[in-house]
């Protein structure tokens, strides 16, 4: 009996230091598998917080297979989605703001020049049907500030239809004529030796780009530098 008791105690004793093992070296995996979630919540907890404050390039780029890099992953889409919804934001302000800003500026122009008191009958009939169309255009944009349906969907309206070049140069001319008259620069429009063919475009889109490119001409030039506007075909 007492060989027998000798071997039970020592089997308990190895039991019970393989349990005290066993314990430890748990509670160490399982520090350390809580302590690597809670790094990596704590990444989706800083993300959050960038993407609450508007920035949105720093992706997490956990690849996990778990829940954790799941969501990590949904966090980086998101991200991706909303830098997109951003930068079309800005774009579409920077636009809505250059395409107001020069009717404005030719209204102020033309109103200048009505002002004066040596103007012809039919240069101030002129200037008064410009003054007209300003506001047409302005009128317009209003209505296309008020679709911003656009932004939701991420796409422009383009239409492909036959497009008068020389005809879009003229009104170009005409629309920047009180811009330059207030620049001190004269819109010279090139006469070509022979008509230029239509185009396939959007007219509105190639008006757009026209107005930008004057604006900038005019805006960025010493002031009475002329500034000639030509359309001619290439291929």
Same mark, same amino acid.
């Given at each position: 009996l007492s060989d027998v008791n000798s071997a039970a105690s020592l089997v308990e004793r190895q039991i019970? /230091?393989? +349990?005290? /093992?066993?314990v430890v070296v748990a509670v160490v995996v399982g520090w350390g598998a809580a302590l690597a979630i809670s790094v990596r919540l704590e =990444?989706?907890? #800083?993300?959050a917080a960038r993407i609450a404050a508007g920035t949105f390039d720093q992706p997490i780029g956990d690849t996990s297979p778990? #829940?954790? %890099?799941?969501v990590a992953r949904s966090f980086d889409l998101m991200q991706t989605r909303l830098a997109q919804v951003d930068r079309? =934001?800005?774009d579409f302000i920077a636009n809505a703001s250059? #395409?107001?800003r020069t009717p404005l500026f030719s209204l102020a122009g033309f109103l200048e020049l009505l002002a004066e008191e040596d103007l012809d009958q039919e240069t101030r009939a002129e200037f008064v049907q410009s003054t007209r169309e300003q506001v047409s255009r302005l009128t317009k944009l209003a209505g296309d500030l008020l679709d911003l349906s656009r932004l939701d969907s991420g796409a422009v309206g383009v239409v492909r239809e036959p497009v008068d070049l020389a005809a879009t140069a003229r009104t170009l001319v005409r629309e920047f004529r %009180?811009? %330059?008259?207030?620049?001190g620069s004269r819109i010279v429009l090139? =006469?070509?030796? +022979?008509?230029p063919p239509r185009g396939i475009g959007d007219e509105d889109r190639v008006q757009q780009i026209g107005r930008a490119l004057l604006d900038?001409?005019?805006?960025? +030039?010493?002031r009475g530098t002329n500034v000639r506007v030509a359309v001619a075909a290439e291929d």
């Amino acid at each position: 009996l007492s060989d027998v008791n000798s071997a039970a105690s020592l089997v308990e004793r190895q039991i019970l /230091i393989a +349990t005290l /093992i066993a314990v430890v070296v748990a509670v160490v995996v399982g520090w350390g598998a809580a302590l690597a979630i809670s790094v990596r919540l704590e =990444r989706l907890k #800083e993300a959050a917080a960038r993407i609450a404050a508007g920035t949105f390039d720093q992706p997490i780029g956990d690849t996990s297979p778990d #829940e954790v %890099g799941q969501v990590a992953r949904s966090f980086d889409l998101m991200q991706t989605r909303l830098a997109q919804v951003d930068r079309a =934001r800005k774009d579409f302000i920077a636009n809505a703001s250059h #395409e107001l800003r020069t009717p404005l500026f030719s209204l102020a122009g033309f109103l200048e020049l009505l002002a004066e008191e040596d103007l012809d009958q039919e240069t101030r009939a002129e200037f008064v049907q410009s003054t007209r169309e300003q506001v047409s255009r302005l009128t317009k944009l209003a209505g296309d500030l008020l679709d911003l349906s656009r932004l939701d969907s991420g796409a422009v309206g383009v239409v492909r239809e036959p497009v008068d070049l020389a005809a879009t140069a003229r009104t170009l001319v005409r629309e920047f004529r %009180g811009l %330059g008259a207030r620049h001190g620069s004269r819109i010279v429009l090139a =006469r070509s030796p +022979t008509p230029p063919p239509r185009g396939i475009g959007d007219e509105d889109r190639v008006q757009q780009i026209g107005r930008a490119l004057l604006d900038n001409a005019v805006r960025h +030039t010493p002031r009475g530098t002329n500034v000639r506007v030509a359309v001619a075909a290439e291929d």
